[in-house]
């Protein structure tokens, strides 16, 4: 149930973005909250936690709207890039949807941190971000940077996936044929189904 209602937010944000063909930001408006950005090493750890943090958001019951804005953000963001169920969306520098999970885990990352001051959440999030520290400094994950590592974002700018970048990359273009199949052998069928009811009460 919240995949639909997320949909109903990102829909007027996704056929916006399909005019930017060739870039995966929306006209810049800085009037939000800054985010600062994450490297590349420390986008492969916060995957991990993402959901983590996600769910830990859901259970606080005092809330403040810095913590709103930015659960808002990462939740509409993690929709915009397909949920990083593309081959290569944070692992892939050149992935088309790559910038995209960069602002999606900034914002997990910021929320992480600022959910360390609030009351009834406070313990378990300094919890998880002392693991995800740890992690973080074991690897040397703020050493290893690409081209979007010192991008920050702005949560009243959100950042589309390259779209025509999608035609020229393999894993991405691989995964829409399967969606595709997914979505468009059922809906031949149903057709199918359809057709034959029609003839048969003519």
Not at 35 to 56: D, F, K, N, Q, W
């Amino acid at each position: 149930m919240r995949r639909l209602a997320l949909f109903s937010l990102i829909l007027p944000v996704f056929f916006a973005g399909e005019a930017l063909a060739h870039s995966g930001r929306l006209p810049s408006n800085q009037t939000g909250l800054p985010i600062p950005a994450v490297t590349h090493g420390e986008m492969a750890i916060l995957t991990h936690y993402r959901s983590a943090i996600v769910a830990l958001a859901h259970r606080a019951v005092v809330t403040d709207p810095r913590f709103r804005v930015l659960l808002n953000y990462t939740e509409i963001q993690h929709a915009l890039c397909l949920w990083t169920a593309v081959p290569g969306t944070v692992g892939d520098e050149t992935s088309p949807f790559n910038e995209c999970a960069h602002a999606d885990l900034a914002a997990a990352k910021a929320l992480l941190l600022h959910m360390r001051a609030m009351p009834d959440i406070g313990p378990a999030a300094n919890e998880l971000n002392s693991q995800f520290e740890n992690e973080a400094i074991l690897s040397g994950a703020e050493l290893v940077g690409c081209q979007y590592s010192d991008e920050g974002y702005n949560s009243a700018e959100f950042i589309m996936p390259d779209w025509m970048g999608a035609l020229s990359h393999g894993p991405s273009l691989a995964s829409a044929g399967v969606v595709l199949a997914f979505v468009g052998v059922p809906f031949a069928a149903w057709r199918s189904r359809s057709g034959r009811k029609r003839h048969s009460a003519a």
